[in-house]
């Protein structure tokens, strides 16, 4: 049964790495293996039980398969009311403009400089936000700024490179990063302390080269538009929704509540804020800037999908695949920089979710003591935290390795091959780079 369950998550890695080839949405697919790899694990084994389940209650198989179900779900669902909240936070943000007081102040035609101010504007927007959200607010700006496909298309390669690094170094600004913080594996101070400096080399490299190559300045760039959106409410919608996310390691380190308490905090005071500003208008006029128009836009696939693989990856915790696998990769690499950095460039093929996912069902957190292996394990050992930027920042070296780089791939409708050419190549520079710095930072 083990084998056949390892079957049916293979292939369903396949038809959510070939998505766009098969025309199957993969949240359908990650749904799909998630559950059927649990119900494959519940009905697939009869008396005598395997030996993985040796420390089965007397209470009986399907109260012992329920009980570690409810144990998964548990820390899922805070990931994913996590999600949800900063999700929402940010199209309300959108809704009322705000990221139009950070955008219209760009004000430059040279290339070179301009490429500049949209990586490092990239680059932090993306630590505040999320490297999803800001890759889509960043190619919006482009639109506006580039009018020339070729040139955008080199800006666009950058926005990705920026918005993995500066996410990577973030609790909250890579999906990846946000599931290690939540789990414990790494606290806020720490990753951001241990990680800007790399997460910034593996920016700068590949930014430093390309624009070298861009000579001249933008022509025909268009005007900013205006926006019926009243300056006082950019302010309050930015600066409440902005503040809202970067205080929530604040309130998690005050009150040691799990972040998605902090988020859901945070999207009470911003909504509550909106409908005060908003209370007296028509409802034809303040539908679009309530909380519940940014309910309805929130990227619910991308929910499902995360709901899914992490369902998907549970089950292979529980047959004990993840654990030979730890062992494995011990055994063959039996160094943690290394195992790290193979999980990164694997993360440019396959989603850096489930490959995160995973590795926190391989290896638990340790305590500090003798064994100089378990101690790269405890809590901000250097596994973790080379996970955090390598799974965060492997991803750029393929369009496709990273949520920010398919959403910059469809919006821009950048060709794989043309990424492949121009950009790979200078990603995997930024991302060894960094990797080294990381690595000298503790040898």
Same mark, same amino acid.
């Given at each position: 049964?083990?084998?056949?369950?390892?079957?049916?998550?293979?292939?369903?890695?396949?038809?959510?790495?070939?998505?766009?080839?098969?025309?199957?949405?993969?949240?359908?697919?990650?749904?799909?293996?998630?559950?059927?790899?649990?119900?494959?694990?519940?009905?697939?084994?009869?008396?005598?039980?395997?030996?993985?389940?040796?420390?089965?209650?007397?209470?009986?198989?399907?109260?012992?398969?329920?009980?570690?179900?409810?144990?998964?779900?548990?820390?899922?669902?805070?990931?994913?009311?996590?999600?949800?909240?900063?999700?929402?936070?940010?199209?309300?943000?959108?809704?009322?403009?705000?990221?139009?007081?950070?955008?219209?102040?760009?004000?430059?035609?040279?290339?070179?400089?301009?490429?500049?101010?949209?990586?490092?504007?990239?680059?932090?927007?993306?630590?505040?936000?999320?490297?999803?959200?800001?890759?889509?607010?960043?190619?919006?700006?482009?639109?506006?700024?580039?009018?020339? !496909?070729?040139?955008?298309?080199?800006?666009?390669?950058?926005?990705?490179?920026?918005?993995? #690094?500066?996410?990577?170094? =973030?609790?909250?600004?890579?999906?990846?990063?946000?599931?290690?913080?939540?789990?414990? !594996?790494?606290?806020?101070?720490?990753? +951001?302390?241990?990680?800007?400096?790399?997460?910034?080399?593996?920016?700068?490299?590949?930014?430093?080269?390309?624009?070298? !190559?861009?000579?001249?300045?933008?022509?025909?760039?268009?005007?900013?538009?205006?926006?019926?959106?009243?300056?006082?409410? !950019?302010?309050?919608?930015?600066?409440?929704?902005?503040?809202?996310?970067?205080?929530?390691?604040?309130?998690?380190?005050?009150?040691?509540?799990?972040?998605?308490?902090?988020?859901?905090?945070?999207?009470?005071?911003?909504?509550?804020?909106?409908?005060?500003?908003?209370?007296?208008?028509?409802?034809?006029?303040?539908?679009? $800037?309530?909380?519940?128009?940014?309910?309805?836009? +929130?990227?619910?696939?991308?929910?499902? $999908?995360?709901?899914?693989?992490?369902?998907?990856?549970?089950?292979?915790?529980?047959?004990?695949?993840?654990?030979?696998?730890?062992?494995?990769?011990?055994?063959?690499?039996?160094?943690?920089?290394?195992?790290?950095?193979?999980?990164?460039?694997?993360?440019?093929? +396959?989603?850096?979710?489930?490959?995160?996912?995973? =590795?926190?069902?391989?290896?638990?957190?340790?305590?500090?003591?003798?064994?100089?292996?378990?101690?790269?394990?405890?809590?901000?050992?250097?596994?973790?935290?080379?996970?955090?930027?390598?799974?965060?920042?492997?991803?750029?070296?393929?369009?496709?390795?990273?949520?920010?780089?398919? #959403?910059?791939?469809?919006?821009?409708?950048?060709?794989?091959?043309?990424?492949?050419?121009?950009?790979?190549?200078?990603?995997?520079?930024?991302?060894?780079?960094?990797?080294?710095?990381?690595?000298?930072?503790?040898?």
């Amino acid at each position: 049964m083990t084998s056949i369950i390892l079957v049916v998550f293979l292939m369903g890695y396949i038809l959510i790495a070939t998505e766009h080839n098969v025309k199957i949405d993969k949240a359908a697919t990650a749904l799909f293996i998630g559950v059927a790899c649990w119900a494959l694990m519940v009905t697939g084994y009869a008396e005598p039980l395997p030996h993985w389940l040796s420390d089965i209650t007397t209470l009986g198989k399907n109260h012992f398969f329920s009980e570690r179900l409810a144990h998964h779900i548990d820390e899922i669902s805070g990931i994913l009311l996590f999600l949800m909240g900063a999700m929402t936070i940010v199209e309300i943000i959108d809704a009322h403009d705000g990221f139009k007081l950070i955008t219209d102040r760009i004000t430059t035609k040279k290339k070179s400089r301009l490429l500049w101010i949209i990586a490092l504007l990239t680059f932090f927007l993306s630590a505040a936000l999320d490297n999803l959200t800001t890759s889509i607010v960043m190619i919006s700006l482009l639109r506006k700024l580039i009018p020339d !496909q070729p040139t955008r298309w080199l800006f666009a390669g950058i926005v990705v490179i920026a918005a993995n #690094a500066g996410g990577a170094w =973030s609790p909250i600004g890579d999906v990846t990063t946000t599931m290690l913080w939540i789990g414990g !594996q790494i606290t806020s101070g720490s990753v +951001i302390t241990q990680l800007i400096i790399p997460s910034l080399i593996c920016l700068l490299v590949p930014l430093t080269i390309l624009s070298i !190559q861009l000579k001249g300045d933008i022509q025909g760039a268009a005007n900013a538009s205006t926006t019926p959106v009243a300056r006082k409410e !950019q302010n309050v919608a930015l600066i409440l929704g902005l503040g809202g996310l970067l205080a929530v390691p604040i309130f998690k380190q005050l009150t040691h509540l799990p972040p998605f308490m902090g988020i859901m905090l945070s999207l009470g005071i911003l909504w509550i804020a909106t409908d005060l500003m908003h209370g007296r208008k028509l409802d034809e006029e303040k539908s679009r $800037f309530t909380a519940l128009h940014a309910l309805r836009k +929130i990227d619910m696939p991308s929910i499902l $999908f995360f709901l899914g693989i992490l369902l998907a990856v549970g089950a292979l915790q529980e047959i004990g695949l993840l654990s030979n696998a730890a062992i494995w990769l011990k055994e063959q690499l039996n160094n943690p920089y290394t195992i790290n950095l193979t999980i990164g460039i694997l993360s440019a093929i +396959i989603d850096n979710v489930p490959l995160v996912a995973a =590795s926190i069902g391989m290896y638990p957190i340790t305590e500090m003591g003798t064994d100089a292996w378990a101690n790269h394990f405890v809590q901000d050992g250097v596994f973790w935290e080379f996970l955090a930027y390598c799974a965060g920042t492997g991803g750029s070296i393929l369009i496709i390795g990273s949520a920010a780089g398919v #959403a910059v791939m469809g919006l821009e409708k950048i060709d794989f091959g043309w990424y492949l050419k121009k950009i790979s190549i200078w990603a995997l520079l930024g991302y060894l780079s960094g990797g080294l710095v990381y690595i000298l930072m503790h040898a």
